[in-house]
């Protein structure tokens, strides 16, 4: 006998934007965007949609379906901080809203459906809020249609009714009871076990190639067969398509009273100090948590000031937070609450408090792409290093964006990144930085330019006027006086850069060009007071 699958299965609300990457990428109603990440589709507008343009398509396949769209580089770091303002304003009306991803969020339905007079009437309220603190913001929702609320038992149905919330342009409320959600899901395709409860699509299409096509045809298996050949995977599946708890097996809430706090006695003004002392608190707590073999899933950051504010927010992963994830987040939400003013004075308390814990089982390694053991190891080697050499001796790359190709990466220290999902770190911010190299960026960038000579047809250096017009055409390219010369198949620029006019002392002009050579090289060479340097090469 399974156990049943709706004891203490919460009534819950989820608000989720489709495709919230192209809300921060300031689009247009009509105009076809798409975001990439590692060279793939993530999010597109509807205008991309019905060009024929797909999340998981590649870059090439996307252009050649709509080539008109345009491309913007994924940023997590800005989606979080720019949800963060419709965070603020939804959990002005109900606390403790816990935050998913940027672009969804979850909170207990029960408390303010009662408040606000129903389910249909709270929904609509809180669509209402949501749009209008994006709007607030100067962004639209017109790209994407707007925001979707659905209310259900559990939160894989929740947000599978937010889901179809977005799509008719209306809230959608699951009627209560196990009966009513069972019958709600069972029409419903299994795919939406991945994209929605977060499953291993190899288990989804395994699926689907042995007749089990709707979550209904699931929900009907036997428990005992379908825990004996997919496990524990196919037992949570069929708990969830029956309409059961989303929870984890194995997922509790921790005991009463388990947090970590610091209160300062001179308040603090400076963000990375906060975050310093947040990594403290993360190691204590994830010590605390592992003497008893548990992960935290959901955690609270909060914050208090000289003045009485009092800020916090709830953070959810599935798979459970590590010490760094925790400092990762605890960064973003306090550079949100900076940035937005939620914080206006000097922090005097910081708090980490494990909102849902379960035990800590680990996690199942692919044999192929995603996480591996050698990442694993490459951790542990980081920790060790860092215990040996010192927290700021031992540093990682991070994206920070610029107009050279020297400035999109700097090195912060290991200690204070996700080591484990490194994504958010590694994805280019957006600018503005006018005049900056499109993508992709080159494979190598020198970290001292090397000289180079540049002549036209007729044996002459080429040279760049004050406005920017190429003497002549480049025809040979050498990368040093002594060396050999190579033919230059195609170019392209110049491309003037003028960094700091204001400051004399600072000040940087310069050109820069794209040089294909003959022997199939692809450089980016730059040209200063008429001197020609190699600084980074795509080959």
């Known amino acids: ?42 999010a597109h507008s509807r205008a991309a949609s019905a060009e024929g343009i797909a999340v998981g398509q590649r870059r090439r396949e996307a252009q050649g379906r709509c080539p008109q769209v345009r491309i913007v580089t994924r940023d997590p770091v800005r989606e979080r901080r720019e949800f963060d303002q419709v965070v ?36 609509a309220q809180m669509i209402r809020v949501a749009t ?12 994407v ?52 409860a977060g499953l291993e699509p190899e288990f989804v299409q395994l699926l689907g190639r042995l007749g089990v096509h709707r979550l209904g045809d699931l929900a009907a298996l036997p428990h005992p067969d379908v825990l004996a050949r997919f496990g524990w995977a196919g037992s949570f599946a069929r708990t969830i398509a029956l309409g059961g708890d989303a929870r984890l097996p194995g997922t509790q ?33 994830v010590g605390m948590l592992a003497s008893d073999g548990r992960v935290c899933t959901r955690l609270v950051v909060a914050a208090e000031t000289e003045h009485g504010e009092q800020c916090e927010r709830m953070w959810y992963r599935s798979s459970g937070l590590s010490a760094a994830a925790m400092v990762e987040r605890a960064r973003w939400q306090l550079d949100a609450w900076v940035q937005h003013e939620a914080l206006t004075a000097g922090v005097t308390l910081l708090r980490l408090e494990p909102a849902e814990v379960r035990s800590d089982d680990g996690v ?67 600018g503005p930085w006018p005049g900056q190299l499109p993508s992709p960026s080159p494979a190598t960038v020198y970290a001292v330019p090397q000289p180079l ?47 700091r006019w204001w400051d004399s002392a600072r000040a940087h002009r310069a050109a820069r060009f794209q040089l294909l050579t003959a022997s199939g090289r692809l450089l980016l060479a730059t040209i200063e007071h008429q001197q020609w340097w190699l600084v980074a090469d795509y080959t």
Do not use: K
């Not at 209306?170 to 419903?188: Q, R």
């Open 453 to 499: 000579v540049v002549h036209d047809a007729q044996d002459v250096p080429v040279q760049v006027n004050g406005r920017g017009m190429v003497s002549a055409a480049p025809a040979t390219v050498q990368l040093s006086p002594s060396g050999s010369r190579d033919l230059v198949a195609a170019w392209a620029g110049p491309w003037p850069l003028e960094e």
């Open 1 to 42: 006998m399974s156990p049943h699958p709706h004891d203490q299965v919460p009534r819950l609300g989820v608000l989720w934007c489709p495709h919230w990457p192209v809300v921060v990428a300031d689009s247009q109603a009509d105009e076809p965007v798409a975001v990439l990440h590692v060279n793939r589709v993530v």
């Open 145 to 196: 249609g707007g925001f979707g609320l659905g209310v259900a038992d559990g939160r894989f149905a929740a947000g599978i009714a937010a889901r179809r919330a977005a799509s008719v342009g209306a809230p959608v409320v699951v009627p209560a009871g196990a009966e009513a959600t069972a019958a709600f899901l069972a029409p419903l395709p299994v795919r939406l076990l991945s994209s929605v």
């Open 364 to 430: 199942q390694l692919g044999l192929w792409g995603g996480r591996t053991q050698v990442d694993d190891w490459a951790v542990r080697a980081v920790s060790r290093l860092v215990a040996l050499a010192g927290e700021q001796q031992v540093l990682v790359p991070a994206a920070r964006g610029g107009r050279q190709p020297h400035d999109a990466f700097t090195w912060v220290p290991a200690l204070t990144a996700d080591l484990i999902e490194p994504a958010h770190r590694l994805a280019a911010p957006v």
């Open 253 to 285: 809430d921790p005991p009463p009273g388990l947090q970590v706090q610091r209160v300062f006695d001179e308040p603090v003004h400076q963000v990375d100090t906060l975050v310093f002392v947040a990594r403290q608190l993360a190691d204590e707590l």
């Open 88 to 123: 603020q304003a939804v959990g002005a009306l109900i606390p403790r809203v816990e935050i998913t991803e940027p672009g969804t969020l979850t909170f207990v339905a029960r408390g303010p459906s009662r408040y606000f007079g129903g389910d249909v009437t709270m929904a």
């Open 132 to 143: 209008e603190a994006v709007e607030g913001a100067g962004r639209s929702l017109a790209a």
